[in-house]
T-cell receptor
Framework: AQSVTQLDSQVPVFEEAPVELRCNYS??????LFWYVQYPNQGLQLLLK??????LVKGINGFEAEFNKSQTSFHLRKPSVHISDTAEYFCAVSRRNTPLVFGKGTRLSVIA | GAGVSQSPSNKVTEKGKDVELRCDPISGHTALYWYRQSLGQGLEFLIYFQGNSAPDKSGLPSDRFSAERTGGSVSTLTIQRTQQEDSAVYLC?????????????FGDGTRLSIL
């Protein structure tokens, strides 16, 4: 069975600083990887996804993620965060015929 | 086009009552999912449908919980004899298919409060 580990439950960062949210997955076969964001009182919104091809994936709101097969990681990065990036971020993985499996989430708090 | 729609957006009910939560997926999406999110917690998978069938019901917490989907479209999650620990946000999502790299699209959830 596949699983997803988000290594940090909370990440505080100052405004305009860079941030990395870490995600590791366990699977012995090819996977599809996703990052979602959840703002307060809303559902989850897709930030970006990796299906195949280039290992660097660019998403909305200036976020990007890099797929590293050897380290089974899919870390999310942003070079300069804004107050509006304060939210919960979820990493997810799926295989060809299976639904997404979500990590427990990382709460990003941007400090002015 | 319209996204995933959930109703009601908020529901307050007394302990012991039954509640029904509704999810209207994106048109053409064959897969539909239900999750529960308790305060400050991650997503707890409940059940998913492929068409009208539920291949995986493993996440339903107890036999008080049931779900159905009709016509490959609208789904209803029913909680019988509600308990206070059922208080949570219930999220619904849909996708073109289950797996295959298809992303899930989420509704804004139903916030359920059991008094």
């Amino acid at each position: 069975a596949q699983s997803v580990t988000q290594l940090d439950s909370q990440v505080p960062v100052f405004e305009e600083a860079p941030v990395e949210l870490r995600c590791n997955y366990s699977s012995s076969v090819s996977v599809y990887l996703f990052w979602y964001v959840q703002y307060p009182n809303q559902g989850l919104q897709l930030l970006l996804k990796y299906l195949s091809g280039s290992t660097l994936v660019k998403g909305i709101n200036g976020f990007e993620a890099e797929f590293n097969k050897s380290q089974t990681s899919f870390h999310l990065r942003k070079p300069s965060v804004h107050i509006s990036d304060t939210a919960e971020y979820f990493c997810a993985v799926s295989r060809r015929n299976t639904p997404l499996v979500f990590g427990k989430g990382t709460r990003l708090s941007v400090i002015a | 086009g319209a996204g995933v729609s959930q109703s009601p957006s908020n529901k307050v009910t007394e302990k012991g009552k039954d509640v029904e939560l509704r999810c209207d997926p994106i048109s053409g999406h064959t897969a539909l999912y239900w999750y529960r999110q308790s305060l400050g917690q991650g997503l707890e998978f409940l059940i998913y449908f492929q068409g009208n069938s539920a291949p995986d019901k493993s996440g339903l917490p107890s036999d008080r919980f049931s779900a159905e989907r009709t016509g490959g479209s609208v789904s209803t999650l029913t909680i019988q004899r509600t308990q206070q620990e059922d208080s949570a946000v219930y999220l619904c999502a849909s996708s073109l298919a289950a797996g295959g790299g298809q992303p899930q699209h989420f509704g804004d959830g139903t916030r359920l409060s059991i008094l």
